[in-house]
DNA sequence: GAAGTTTTTAGACTATATCTAATCTGAGAT
DNA sequence: ATCTCAGATTAGATATAGTCTAAAAACTTC
C-alpha cells in the first residue's frame, strides 16, 4: 500500500489524511508485524517529535472503528495492532513471546446447530509452541 | 471439579495448597467464564478480605505455569484467565466483548512445510461476531 | 518447637490507557 | 484569500493493570 492509497482509504472511511494518522498506517502497513501501541507511538514521534499518546491512541481507535486496522489477540501486556491486508493465522511463541503470520487457510465453522443464534463475522487461528529460533535454540542448548 | 480434586491438582503439581490458592482455582472452576484478574481477586478477597492483589497475581502466574489454568488471549485491557478443563473453542463477542465457550473440533494444522521449524503445542480458534443476546437486540431494535 | 522454606501482605512503583480542556488545522463557503 | 467551525491534536492529569520489595506469617521437616 503506497502513500497515495493509505489517503484514500482514510479519506474513503470519512477520516481526514493527518499526518499523525498517516504516520500510524503507514508503520502498520510497512512493518506487518504486530506493533504495540509504544512502538506506533515511537514510529509517530520520528515524524513528529511533539505528538502526543492520546493522539496516538484515539487514532488507532479510528483506524479500527474504520475496519482498517485490527486488534491482534494476544496475551500479555500491551495491546498489538496490525493493518488489515492479506488474510492470515498466526503464531505466538511460547518463549520469545513474537507474533508470526501463517499463510491463511479456510477453517471449518463449528457443526450443526452449535453456534445457537451466534452471528460469526470473522474467524481467527492462532497457534502456539516455539517459533523457529526458540525451537532451535532449545534443541541446541 | 470439587475441592479435594482441586487439592490434590496443586499438590501433584508441587504447590501447597493455601487458601488464597485454592479460592483462585475453586473460583476458575467454578464459573466457567473467562475471568478478569480483577474478578478473581474480588472472589478471593470474599474468603479472606485482607488478601492481597499480589497474591493473585503471584498464585494466577503460578497455576499457568503448573499448566492448571490458562491466559485467554483476548483484545482489550486486562488478561483474562480460565481454568483448563475440557478443550474447546472461543467465540467473542464484537458488541458485549464477552466470551463463550464453543464444543471442541480437530482443526486442520497449515499445510507442508508452511510451519517451517516451528513447534506447535496447541491451537485455538477464535470466532467473532455477536452473541446471541447482541444479535437479538441489534435484528429487533 | 526450632529452623528453614514457601507464601502472603501492604503499599510503593512501573506500565498502559484514557480523559479533559485548551489550542490548532484544514476544507468548504464566501 | 480568509473566515468558519467541526474535527484533530496537545500536555498533562487521571485511571487502570500489573509488578516489586521487604517484612511478617504460615506451613514442613526434623
Request: proline letters at 18%; zero cysteines.
Given at each position: 500500500m503506497d502513500a497515495a492509497e493509505i489517503r484514500q482509504f482514510l479519506e474513503g472511511s470519512g477520516l481526514r489524511c493527518t499526518p499523525q494518522r498517516f504516520a500510524v498506517m503507514a508503520f502498520l502497513t510497512e512493518h506487518n508485524r504486530h506493533a504495540t501501541a509504544a512502538e506506533i507511538f515511537e514510529a509517530v514521534n520520528r515524524v513528529?517529535?511533539?505528538?502526543s499518546r492520546a493522539t496516538t491512541y484515539n487514532n488507532l481507535r479510528d483506524l479500527v472503528q474504520a475496519g482498517l486496522v485490527r486488534e491482534v489477540a494476544v496475551e500479555g501486556r500491551g495491546a498489538r495492532f496490525e493493518a488489515i491486508g492479506v488474510p492470515h493465522h498466526h503464531f505466538v511463541c511460547d518463549h520469545c513471546g513474537n507474533v508470526e503470520d501463517l499463510e491463511w487457510y479456510d477453517v471449518p465453522k463449528?457443526?450443526?446447530?452449535?453456534?445457537?443464534k451466534r452471528v460469526v463475522r470473522e474467524c481467527e487461528l492462532i497457534f502456539r509452541g516455539l517459533c523457529s529460533n526458540c525451537a532451535q535454540r532449545s534443541a541446541s542448548g
Open positions: 513528529d517529535p511533539r505528538s463449528p457443526a450443526g446447530g452449535s453456534l445457537g
